[in-house]
């Protein structure tokens, strides 16, 4: 008598949000993984069916064709304008932005500062790749320092351009960020730690805590001039020494103020808020 078979464990299965396509972007964006983690997240939390999400201009865009969601276009830098129209009149959906450095840090810098000041019950996904992708590969506000792109050919120089701009640092300190934090996508443990990021951020939307904001640290090798390997040890070498990776606010679970956005937090060092702490490895 022949024993029986075990069942099969299924290790992994592609999410329903994510399309059955091939894809667009250049071989080795990371963009795609980004994509997996979200549509992975989304589904997990059954809030796929109710999501609104928005993207701009920007190697973004191409998201609506791999994410089986409602989207919404947006003019260059609004998609947290836009998104904030959408809350305020779909206050039963889910929203979600999803937007390049060249987009949020940038022309887009006005839009996602208030948004986040205002605690809108946003979850902002942020790639930053340090460069415009779609547009030719020229410097953008998160380029690193020496780093050569198509408008900074003998590298970023700090008494021209100035300094990378740290945009989540900024945003943590305002009292209306519930949680934000900074992933990668560099290897499969960062790629781990980058969806719990994602998954709080999405939690602390539907808890109703407040703005959220994730950035993932993503690779572009053809804006780069790298291979796919090169421009990934170039991530996890390089991009994270100006970029730390781990949680830089987390006020989840704090009283909420009249106004709508948690209360703040107790001033501590320096006089930024207490709930905000150095980035460390989440």
Not at 86 to 95: E, K, L, Q, S, W
Not at 182 to 200: E, F, H, L
Not at 221 to 234: D, H, K, L, N, R
Request: charged share 15%; hydrophobic share 40%.
């Amino acid at each position: 008598m022949s024993a029986v078979a075990a069942a099969p464990r299924v290790i992994y299965r592609r999410p329903s949000v994510l399309t059955d396509v091939s894809t667009r972007y250049c071989p080795g964006c990371g963009h795609g993984i980004i994509h997996r983690l979200i549509a992975e997240v989304l589904e997990e939390l059954g809030v796929a069916g109710r999501t609104i999400a928005v993207a701009p201009v920007g190697c973004s865009v191409f998201a609506y064709e791999y994410l089986s969601l409602d989207w919404c276009e947006a003019p260059h830098g609004r998609a947290p304008a836009v998104a904030t129209g959408i809350r305020r009149v779909r206050p039963d959906a889910f929203v979600l932005t999803y937007q390049g450095d060249g987009d949020l840090a940038a022309i887009g810098t006005g839009e996602i500062v208030h948004a986040a000041a205002r605690g809108e019950l946003i979850t902002a996904v942020f790639v930053n790749n340090g460069i415009y992708g779609m547009t030719g590969g020229q410097m953008a506000p998160t380029t690193l320092l020496g780093q050569k792109t198509t408008s900074s050919p003998a590298g970023r120089e700090a008494s021209l351009a100035g300094y990378p701009v740290p945009m989540t640092e900024m945003l943590a300190v305002l009292p209306g960020v519930a949680y934000a934090a900074r992933g990668s996508i560099a290897d499969p443990s960062a790629i781990g730690r980058t969806k719990a990021m994602i998954r709080k951020a999405c939690q602390a939307q539907l808890g109703g805590e407040g703005f959220a904001i994730v950035e993932v640290l993503s690779n572009c090798p053809v804006g780069w001039g790298m291979t796919a390997p090169e421009s990934i040890q170039y991530l996890k070498d390089v991009v994270v020494a100006t970029y730390p990776l781990g949680v830089l606010a987390d006020r989840t679970g704090s009283k909420r103020g009249s106004g709508g956005t948690p209360e703040p937090a107790s001033p501590g060092p320096g006089g930024h808020a207490a709930a905000v702490a150095t980035a460390k490895e989440a």
